[in-house]
């Protein structure tokens, strides 16, 4: 009898327990809840005792908690067989474009399946096959007139929602060169959608001529969606997402849009943003300039924060946004608040980004 792929139920809780075992005895420790709950299905190899000598999961288009035991079985025959299981699963439901985040160690055994690797480091590596790809995702981003020519900069943000912080950031960028892209991160975990985020981050610079809203696609940070299962702290979990967006923007984004300048605001508040802004000085100079502008304050000497705003839209105290958001995201808050406020009543967490 050879190798046969089946479905592992984690639902199930003696199925759950034997592939944690499992994964555990290849030096994989994190089962939180964060990174569990996210998995859509999971996929088992058995050998010819119908031991478990293999596994992988899907959550969305990423592929995760992917390990084989290559006691007597030809190097390579198994991780082969469980990913082409789950990547010809992933096909069978349309998905086409995958990802895989991993142990930098593991980047050429996914690189042998057709896989390309977009950035790596030390410790992880980020890798992308299908389609549409990194190419498509750049050509399809708007160009203007002479832009080789041109003094061109980037932001990216997550603008949930769009304050006078954010806005107060791109018009100093703007200020300062000749074309400003300004990157919205993609992921629909926030309190306001990606859809929601965008046009008000469109609709709150449309003044700014010079100034481009793309959407970030999924090449711009996004701490939800990067899995880090295989990362034994939280410390390296935050530096290994940022460095792998670092090195993406600088080697792949940024040359091909002639982004010479990358700004961010200050980072007071959050340790994690602030790890962010580190890691950016750390990775993106001498090819990208990394420009930190200090953070607007409200009138009462407060920074302005995204937090602030959504704290306030669910003690339901609307006034007290006046003066921390653009006019175009006031009115859409003051639209949308009924919705906003049943999105936070049904768990949505509005700490954080």
């Given amino acids: ?20 075992q499992f994964l555990e005895s290849l030096g994989i420790h994190n089962f939180s809840d964060a990174e569990v709950d996210k998995i859509d299905f999971t996929l088992g190899l ?23 035991c290559n006691k007597e079985a030809v190097p390579g025959a198994r991780f082969n067989a469980i990913v082409s299981a789950l990547t010809n699963r992933l096909f069978q439901e349309h998905r086409f474009h995958l990802f895989v985040f991993t142990k930098a160690r593991y980047s050429a055994s996914f690189q042998h399946l ?26 399809a981003v708007p160009r203007v007139d002479g832009q080789a020519t041109k003094k061109v900069a980037g932001i990216v943000m997550n603008a949930n929602p769009f304050t006078n912080g954010h806005r107060y950031l791109v018009e100093q960028a703007a ?7 300004v990157f919205v991160v993609n992921t629909d975990l926030s309190l306001f959608r990606t859809s929601e985020r965008f046009e008000l981050v469109k609709t709150g610079t449309a003044d700014l001529k010079n100034v481009i809203v793309v959407d970030g696609g999924d090449y711009m940070v996004s701490y939800a969606t990067f899995p880090a299962y295989f990362l034994e702290s939280a410390d390296q979990t935050i530096r290994y997402q940022t460095t792998l967006d670092a090195r ?7 040359p091909a849009l002639n982004i010479k300048t990358r700004y961010v605001g200050s980072e007071p508040l959050s340790r994690t943003t602030g790890i962010y802004n580190q890691v950016l000085q750390q990775e993106l100079p001498p090819k990208v300039a990394l420009k930190i502008i ?22 339901d105290n609307l006034d007290a946004i006046v003066g921390l958001v653009p006019a175009t995201t006031q009115k859409f808050v003051e639209d949308h608040v009924a919705i906003l406020q049943e999105r936070i009543k049904e768990g949505m967490n509005i700490n954080g980004n």
């Fill in 1 to 20: 009898m050879e190798n046969r792929i089946v479905d592992l139920h984690l639902s199930d809780r003696a199925t759950r327990q034997k592939w944690q």
């Fill in 46 to 68: 058995l050998d010819e005792q119908g031991q478990l000598v293999g596994t992988g999961s899907a959550a969305g288009n990423v592929l995760k908690y992917i390990g084989v």
């Fill in 114 to 139: 057709g896989f390309k690797e977009l950035a790596h480091s030390d410790v992880a590596a980020f890798l992308e096959t299908g389609d549409p790809n990194v190419d498509d995702y750049l050509a």
């Fill in 175 to 181: 200020e300062e060169n000749d074309l400003v892209y």
């Fill in 248 to 254: 993406v923007f600088r080697d792949t984004i940024a």
């Fill in 294 to 315: 200090d953070r607007k304050t409200a009138t009462n000497g407060n920074y302005i924060t995204a937090t602030e705003v959504r704290k306030c839209i669910k003690d």
